[in-house]
């Protein structure tokens, strides 16, 4: 049986160019061009679908990719059963609570009865549950940063790498909730034929990776 295993990564975003020059600095040539959704390779059994982040823990559990490349943000909200093959080291973010920089933080039993506004509904109330705070919890898709701004909500918790844009945004960080990087996820019942091929390539980024340090 030739077997190819499918390899769900970013189309375009953050996480894209570290995945794909994961897979090439393995020796593994594929042509990723503009407005491509899928690649075979040339030299391994492997072909790519190009897909929004968001997506791909959901192909990675119902077997349509057998591994996947997301922020760990992205997988722990999206909370598929899938297997946490390998952390990567790239994509590094953290998701916080901001708060309005005017106003005063004396501890996180200041946000019950508030509202905040995130993407991450689930990490959210995962901490606010955690610590016993009852908040109103405004989901929205985008531009979470605004939503003080505008009277949406009294805080966002949001992903946060420099933290220029919460300033910006006139918003101070008040709580990391979460600490994310690049993860490879994986089908929880790969063939042995695709679970040989996935070795192989996690042999040789182990090698890249080893040539690197
Ligand atoms: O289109 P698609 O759905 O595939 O992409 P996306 O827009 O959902 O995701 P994308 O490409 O923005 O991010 C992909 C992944 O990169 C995220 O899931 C995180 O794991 C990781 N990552 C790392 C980040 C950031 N850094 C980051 N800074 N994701 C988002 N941001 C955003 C954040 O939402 C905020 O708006 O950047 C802004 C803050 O950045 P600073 O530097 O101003 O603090
Ligand atoms: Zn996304």
């Given at each position: 049986?030739?077997?190819?295993?499918?390899?769900?990564?970013?189309?375009?975003?953050?996480?894209?160019?570290?995945?794909?020059?994961?897979?090439?600095?393995?020796?593994?040539?594929?042509?990723?061009?503009?407005?491509?959704?899928?690649?075979?390779?040339?030299?391994?059994?492997?072909?790519?679908?190009?897909?929004?982040?968001?997506?791909?823990p959901?192909?990675?559990?119902?077997?349509?990719?057998?591994?996947?490349?997301?922020?760990?943000?992205?997988?722990?909200?999206?909370?598929?059963?899938?297997?946490?093959?390998?952390?990567?080291g790239?994509?590094?973010?953290?998701?916080?609570i901001?708060?309005?920089r005017s106003?005063?933080?004396?501890?996180?039993?200041?946000?019950?009865?508030k509202?905040?506004?995130?993407?991450?509904?689930?990490?959210?109330?995962?901490?606010l549950?955690?610590?016993?705070?009852?908040?109103?919890?405004?989901?929205?898709?985008?531009?979470?940063?605004?939503?003080?701004?505008?009277?949406?909500?009294?805080?966002?918790?949001?992903?946060?790498?420099?933290?220029?844009?919460?300033?910006?945004?006139?918003?101070?960080e008040?709580?990391?909730?979460?600490?994310?990087?690049?993860?490879?996820?994986?089908?929880?019942?790969?063939?042995?034929?695709?679970?040989?091929?996935?070795?192989?390539?996690?042999?040789?980024?182990?090698?890249?990776?080893?040539?690197?340090?």
């Amino acid at each position: 049986m030739n077997e190819v295993l499918r390899i769900a990564v970013q189309k375009s975003g953050r996480l894209s160019e570290d995945s794909l020059n994961l897979f090439k600095e393995c020796g593994i040539k594929f042509d990723n061009g503009a407005g491509k959704l899928k690649a075979t390779s040339s030299n391994f059994p492997a072909e790519f679908l190009f897909l929004r982040d968001d997506d791909i823990p959901g192909y990675v559990e119902d077997g349509v990719a057998d591994i996947g490349i997301v922020g760990q943000n992205v997988h722990v909200e999206t909370s598929k059963h899938v297997n946490e093959v390998k952390l990567l080291g790239f994509s590094k973010c953290r998701l916080s609570i901001a708060i309005p920089r005017s106003e005063t933080y004396g501890g996180v039993k200041e946000l019950e009865g508030k509202s905040i506004a995130t993407s991450y509904p689930v990490i959210l109330g995962n901490f606010l549950k955690e610590n016993g705070v009852t908040a109103h919890i405004h989901e929205i898709s985008g531009s979470v940063e605004i939503a003080p701004s505008i009277g949406l909500a009294h805080a966002v918790c949001d992903i946060v790498s420099s933290g220029g844009t919460l300033l910006s945004n006139g918003l101070k960080e008040v709580e990391v909730i979460f600490r994310s990087e690049a993860i490879m996820i994986g089908y929880p019942n790969l063939s042995p034929e695709k679970q040989n091929i996935l070795n192989q390539i996690l042999f040789r980024i182990d090698s890249v990776q080893r040539a690197k340090n």
